[in-house]
């Protein structure tokens, strides 16, 4: 890069830092004057295993009873701090456990403070291994900044930033060949599994043995190692749990379907009765899970992996805006495709798609037409790169079968 490159790119660092300490020194504040985070229950979470408690961190009542013991002393007076049940599976508590050894303010500021550490680095990273140009690194410095997800993803201290990190990496492994490291970052990101699982669904269909064998044998030895944290009761208990929240009401602080991204979110508004929303959901997940299986069966591509990204935020049955986070991983592998290969109107349409997500906080309504005209927006998004994505994976075949022609010493059938 130029001098002149690298100022420009500081600049933009330097714009996209000073909106993330805007979150913190303003938006933060104001929420916690009336309410506390997610974070605070994967603190709390942590600090249960701290203190022993581990194998009480999927019990509802013990969790509400430490929150009681702990929230005065953490929030105001005036604050109404909400009680949520820790979910997530037992391998994030090997992150949680350690922020939990440090005092909640301080903890809250070290996890905002790697989660921007990412933000920033990440599109450096991944623009110097894709070789992306200037305004290519401009965009994947900026987009996230401005990106309604990411900020309610620092704001609420949720994990998404950390897992759209390591799919970028597992991209970057993949695109060098290294399948079995792609499988072990794969199985770090499975914090969230409903984010995971139809990615390895692209990988079998890629037939990458290598990689969703090292998937695997990473993912038991990290539930073997977390259940000395939790023990095999509560690791047992967890999906049972689980099925219990799904049953919660939003007066419970149980989830909210309609406030929720892709096919459930859009089912709730779409049908009231609930045998026309599973029909919906059953369908539409049908359909993208065999969308994602043509996308990857003759490789896996930037196109491929990230249709993949945005069918898996469209699918999942637990996904909020801020899991939307993932979408920034699609700004870099635009970028690269249009700098190897130009554009085109597949391109075009994706550019268009990722643009309208920035204007989608606008819309009128209120949060239920904003998540969505989010979920169109990544419903429309699939059409292209799964277009883009069938061009290159032929290309790619027909570039196969040529480099056997010229090896073989006669004809080969095609």
């Known amino acids: 890069m130029s001098r002149r490159e690298i100022a420009i790119a500081a600049v933009a660092l330097t714009m996209a830092a000073a909106i993330y300490t805007a979150v913190f020194f303003y938006w933060e504040p104001t929420l916690l004057q009336a309410n506390n985070v997610d974070f605070f229950c994967f603190w709390r979470a942590g600090k249960m295993v701290l203190t022993g408690n581990g194998s009480q961190?999927?019990?509802?009542?013990?969790?509400?009873k430490f929150d009681e013991r702990i929230a005065p002393q953490i929030f105001p007076l005036e604050?109404?701090?909400?009680?949520?049940?820790?979910?997530?599976?037992?391998?994030?508590?090997?992150?949680?456990?350690?922020?939990?050894?440090?005092?909640y303010r301080q903890a809250e500021v070290v996890r905002f403070a790697a989660n921007v550490a990412i933000?920033?680095?990440?599109p450096i990273w991944l623009g110097r291994k894709l070789h992306l140009p200037t305004n290519g690194?401009?965009?994947?410095?900026?987009?996230?900044?401005?990106?309604?997800?990411?900020?309610?993803?620092l704001l609420q201290g949720q994990p998404s930033i950390l897992i759209a990190a390591l799919l970028g990496a597992v991209f970057l492994a993949l695109d060098r060949g290294r399948d079995v490291t792609a499988g072990i970052?794969?199985?770090?990101a499975a914090i969230k599994p409903q984010l995971i699982l139809p990615m390895a669904l692209a990988f079998i269909a890629a037939r990458k043995w290598k990689l969703i064998a090292s998937f695997l044998a990473t993912g038991v030895g990290l539930v073997l190692l977390s259940s000395a944290l939790v023990g095999w009761r509560a690791l047992a208990a967890l999906p049972a749990t689980i099925i219990s929240y799904a049953h919660w009401s939003r007066a419970q602080d149980g989830e909210v379907p309609m406030h929720m991204l892709g096919l459930r979110g859009l089912s709730v508004h779409l049908f009231r009765s609930a045998s026309g929303q599973t029909v919906f959901l059953a369908a539409g997940t049908l359909a993208c899970l065999t969308i994602i299986w043509f996308a990857n069966r003759r490789g896996i591509n930037a196109s491929?992996?990230?249709?993949?990204?945005?069918?898996?935020?469209?699918i999942a049955y637990h996904c909020y805006i801020h899991d939307?986070?993932?979408?920034?991983?699609?700004?870099?592998?635009?970028?690269?495709e249009i700098s190897a290969k130009g554009w085109n109107s597949n391109r075009i349409a994706v550019a268009v798609g990722l643009v309208t997500l920035l204007l989608a906080p606008n819309v009128p309504g209120g949060l239920s037409s904003m998540v969505t005209c989010y979920s169109l927006i990544l419903i429309a998004?699939?059409?292209?790169?799964?277009?883009e994505s069938r061009q290159e994976g032929s290309v790619a075949a027909r570039a196969n079968r040529a480099a056997v022609a010229s090896r073989a010493p006669g004809p080969v059938p095609v």
């Not at 933000?119 to 990440?122: G, Q, R, S, V």
């Not at 939307?324 to 690269?336: E, H």
């Not at 998004?381 to 277009?387: D, E, N, T």
Request: negative net charge.
């Open 57 to 64: 961190v999927y019990n509802f009542d013990e969790e509400r």
């Open 79 to 103: 604050a109404n701090p909400y009680s949520l049940p820790f979910l997530f599976t037992p391998p994030s508590l090997l992150l949680f456990a350690p922020l939990a050894a440090l005092p």
């Open 137 to 153: 690194l401009i965009a994947c410095i900026l987009f996230p900044a401005l990106l309604l997800g990411v900020t309610i993803a």
């Open 185 to 188: 970052l794969l199985a770090l």
């Open 119 to 122: 933000l920033l680095l990440l």
């Open 381 to 387: 998004l699939l059409f292209p790169l799964y277009k």
């Open 324 to 336: 939307a986070t993932l979408i920034i991983l699609l700004v870099p592998l635009l970028c690269s």
């Open 304 to 314: 491929a992996y990230g249709l993949t990204l945005v069918a898996t935020i469209v």
